[in-house]
C-alpha cells in the first residue's frame, strides 16, 4: 500500500493503544470485523472517507483535510 496509508495506520494503532482498546473493541464500535482493523492499522486495507471519521470519532482524533 502507499506510503500514506501506512502512516494513517500508525497514527489509529497509536491512539488506540492509548485509549486502551483492542482492536476487536474497536471494531465494535466501528461495526467491522477486527481483520478489517487490522488492515487498517498495517496500510494493507484502506479506509473509506466515512470509516476513517468513524475512527476518528470513535479515538477522539482530529480530522484535518488539506487539499491543494
Do not use: C, F, W
Not at 488492515?39 to 484502506?46: A, C, R
Amino acid at each position: 500500500m502507499s506510503e500514506i496509508t501506512e502512516q494513517v495506520g500508525q497514527l489509529i494503532r497509536e491512539a488506540r493503544q492509548k485509549k486502551g482498546l483492542s482492536q476487536l473493541e474497536l471494531a465494535e464500535i466501528l461495526g467491522v470485523t477486527k481483520a478489517a482493523v487490522s488492515g487498517y492499522e498495517t496500510g494493507k486495507q484502506n479506509l473509506t472517507v466515512g470509516t476513517l471519521h468513524k475512527v476518528a470519532l470513535a479515538l477522539d482524533m482530529p480530522m484535518k483535510i488539506t487539499l491543494g
